[in-house]
């Protein structure tokens, strides 16, 4: 089955930037029946989807907290995912996980984090007030 790798978490203040990197391998052929998600978790609380994206069509959800501020995108080539997100606020603080889904089709809203079948080990990103 597909692997995923995270990276690019970092300490950062508030009102900067980071990009997150999902490098998806050990595709047997292609990922254009999967989908691709970014949740992220703090100690104490339950783990939040932040956004979706369909790979084949490039369909693309995310969670209200994140909307306008997080850009989900995929690079076809080089079987990655990214998540760029801008104006950093202390509450984006957690790690973040990227997930791969297989037939997640479209569907308007997030899905939860159980329909996924494969998971990186995540990465931490810290927002300083």
């Known amino acids: 089955q597909v692997q995923l790798v995270e990276s690019g978490g970092g300490l950062v203040q508030a009102g900067g930037s980071l990009r997150l990197s999902c490098v998806i391998s050990?595709?047997?052929?292609?990922?254009?029946?999967?989908?691709i998600g970014w949740f992220r978790q703090v100690p104490g609380k339950e783990r939040e989807g932040v956004s979706y994206i369909w790979w084949r069509r490039g369909d693309t959800v995310y969670a209200d907290s994140v909307k306008d501020r997080f850009t989900i995108s995929r690079d076809y080539a080089k079987n990655t995912t990214y998540l760029q997100m801008d104006s950093l606020k202390p509450e984006d603080t957690g790690v973040y996980y990227c997930a791969a889904g297989l037939g997640l089709r479209p569907t308007g809203h997030l899905p939860p984090d159980n329909l996924y079948d494969v998971w990186g080990q995540g990465t931490q990103v810290t927002v300083s007030s």
């Open positions: 050990e595709v047997r052929f292609t990922l254009d029946n999967y989908a």
